[in-house]
């Protein structure tokens, strides 16, 4: 089993769509959750961290649930400029992160 | 305020060859990890350098190996190349214990 498993994608939606991508980690001893965008042939970037009791940022939800080893983001309102590869990504002990292979998103007009 | 930098941005070499890649922390990040990205994959962990020693190690055979500099730049060394290597090499740099990573815009290393 994959340290980090995302939803396969690839998700295609009209803008203005609500798109949710999920996540689940397999080591329990997980200790920081992070959501990284990254656009075709660029580095990752920071989207937004997640908490236990859920953290929104705009048009962006993520949410956490430790019992289940399970974590979401939430896009509402999607615009052109969404489109990337989104990653899940999981710290063990603050010394590396395991990223997820990844969900590409496509909005189209 | 300069961010993470490497180089080469790009790199071609023939298979059996030797490679060696270099990586720039942010000011003020001490700490420089080494990521693996294939194409349609998501980075995958190498190694991770901290006062001048390798912290912790992925699963990456030990023709991968680095080096850390006082002034806490990094390089990776990947040794007897296979095609296999061709991928995204990316640094990250954060400060010390935590999180706040941020990435090099990484070198693209072709093995023909």
């Known amino acids: 089993r994959k340290e980090v498993e995302q939803d396969p994608g690839p998700f295609n939606v009209p803008e203005g769509a609500t798109v949710a991508f999920n996540c689940t980690y397999s080591?329990?001893?997980?200790?920081?959750f992070f959501w990284y965008r990254q656009d075709c042939r660029k580095e990752p970037k920071l989207l937004m961290s997640v908490y236990s009791s859920g953290n929104e940022d705009g048009r962006f939800t993520a949410q956490l649930n430790r019992a289940s080893q399970y974590i979401s983001l939430l896009i509402r309102d999607s615009k052109l400029s969404d489109s990337a590869t989104y990653l899940c990504v999981v710290t063990i002990d603050n010394n590396d992160m395991r990223f997820g292979a990844g969900t590409r998103l496509t909005v189209k007009p | 305020d300069a961010g993470v930098t490497q180089s080469p941005t790009h790199l071609i070499k023939t298979r059996g060859q030797q490679v060696t890649l270099r990586c720039s922390p942010k000011s003020g990040h001490d700490t420089v990890s080494w990521y693996q990205q294939a194409l349609g994959q998501g980075p995958q962990f190498i190694f991770q350098y901290y006062e001048e020693e390798e912290r912790q190690r992925g699963n990456f055979p030990d023709r991968f190996s680095g080096h850390q500099f006082p002034n806490y730049s990094s390089e990776l060394n990947v040794n007897a190349l296979l095609l296999g290597d061709s991928a995204l090499y990316l640094c990250a740099s954060s400060p010390g214990q935590g999180w706040g990573y941020t990435f090099g815009s990484g070198t693209r290393l072709t093995v023909v």
């Open positions: 080591n329990s001893a997980s200790q920081s």
